[in-house]
């Protein structure tokens, strides 16, 4: 079984996102082993990219700071280095396929899985273009995650067949961030996936709350939030590590308790 996969082997999973370099490798290194801590139970870790089309203005803004302060796909790497001394929660790389196209699919793949990386999410790659990648991943042992959003049932269906690791289910169409209510039927979601492959869900885009990280795990496999902890880094700096944990770890919590 995956890494990635294994994350879900305990029950619901609490997924955090970061972007890394935002506001300082520095702390993204810290906030990886508090969250770990907190509860989590997998953490993606964002590689900045310059035009990052489905982000909300959230995490679009934390990709420019992290760029304007010199953060690079290599440094990322060194950082993930010191992170695999220390911890071995999953990680997975979210990044867009230009960035893993202008430093070389294959380099880029292989020194991911290298370095102790278990999986990449790509979400402005299209489900019909995933052949560029798909072969490389499974090379050097990386899962592929599928994002799927509220299209249609056939869609769904044929991308859960090819799913490797967890199936990203986008809870709402549009960008990533807070949102004050989640109206997608996330259960046909699910079970549409779960028809085709007996693959852990987890849903993202727009969760903030215990409330609603609860609601979304309760009807999947676990729970993904992104700007909200963004956002926590925005607001306090280099000083956000305690904030974050806290937050991870009450979100943890209630998905944990389901």
Same mark, same amino acid.
């Given at each position: 079984m995956s890494k990635v996969k294994q994350a879900f082997a305990r029950g619901k999973a609490f997924i955090p996102f970061v972007t890394c370099g935002d506001p300082s490798l520095e702390v993204?290194?810290?906030?990886?082993?508090?969250?770990?801590?907190a509860g989590a139970d997998l953490i993606e870790l964002g590689i900045p990219f310059s035009d990052p089309t489905a982000e909300g203005p959230v995490i679009q803004a934390a990709n420019v700071r992290a760029l304007s302060s010199g953060v690079t796909t290599d440094k990322i790497f060194?950082?993930?280095r010191r992170l695999r001394q220390k911890t071995d929660i999953p990680l997975v790389f979210m990044t867009y396929a230009n960035v893993v196209f202008s430093? +070389? #699919?294959d380099k880029f793949i292989r020194t991911a899985a290298e370095?102790?990386?278990d999986g990449l999410i790509l979400p402005d790659l299209p489900f019909e273009e995933k052949?560029?990648?798909d072969p490389l991943c499974r090379q050097y042992g990386l899962d592929l995650i599928s994002l799927i959003a509220p299209t249609s049932h056939e869609r769904i269906r044929m991308i859960a067949r090819a799913a490797e690791g967890f199936v990203y289910c986008v809870s709402s169409l549009g960008v990533t961030g807070v949102r004050s209510r989640i109206t997608t039927d996330v259960g046909a979601m699910v079970k549409l996936v779960k028809e085709e492959r007996d693959i852990p869900c987890a849903v993202g885009?727009?969760?903030?709350t215990p409330a609603q990280a609860a609601d979304m795990a309760a009807?999947?496999? +676990? #729970?993904?939030v992104g700007s909200a902890i963004v956002k926590l880094c925005a607001q306090?700096?280099?000083d956000c590590v305690m904030h974050v944990a806290d937050y991870v770890k009450e979100m943890a919590q209630a998905v944990h308790a389901l």
């Open positions: 993204t290194e810290q906030l990886v082993y508090a969250m770990a801590d060194h950082m993930v430093y +070389g #699919a370095i102790g990386m052949g560029e990648f885009f727009g969760i903030s009807k999947s496999d +676990g #729970a993904i306090y700096g280099a």
